[in-house]
């Protein structure tokens, strides 16, 4: 397991941009994929972006594509979430995951989680 903490979540204006992160300890973080998930009030916790252990692969959900861009900094141990054109839809608390080996892009595959942090756009 890696222990994670997610930061950078706040109030933004539709339109604007926050970068969240993902700060891990407790193993080799470029051996874990990490996704971020995020889950709005009352529905379920839905997948946003995966990046692999190396940073080499990324996959997006369709609502982020084009939006949204995840990155990592092994060297740093943390990975980032840069959420651009943020759009009150997408008020949430996000989530980071992690997990070792490949990427996945379901609750399910992602053993490691953090407490989440709040992203909220004001329309």
């Known amino acids: 397991q890696v222990q994670l903490v997610e930061s950078g979540g706040g109030l933004v204006q539709a339109g604007g941009s926050l970068r969240l992160s993902c700060a891990a300890s407790?193993?080799?973080?470029?051996?874990?994929?990490v996704g971020w998930f995020r889950q709005a009030p009352g529905k379920e916790r839905d997948f946003v972006a995966v990046?692999?252990?190396?940073?080499?692969?990324?996959y997006y959900a369709n609502s982020v594509k084009g939006r949204f861009t995840i990155s990592r900094d092994n060297t740093k141990n943390t990975a980032y979430l840069q959420m651009n054109s943020l759009e009150a839809e997408d008020t949430a608390i996000y989530y980071c995951?992690?997990?070792?080996?490949?990427?996945?892009?379901?609750?399910?595959?992602?053993?490691?989680w953090g407490q989440g942090t709040q992203v909220t756009v004001a329309s």
């Open positions: 995951a992690a997990e070792r080996g490949t990427i996945g892009t379901t609750k399910g595959a992602f053993g490691s």
């Open positions: 407790g193993r080799t973080f470029s051996n874990y994929a």
């Open positions: 990046i692999s252990g190396s940073g080499s692969s990324t």
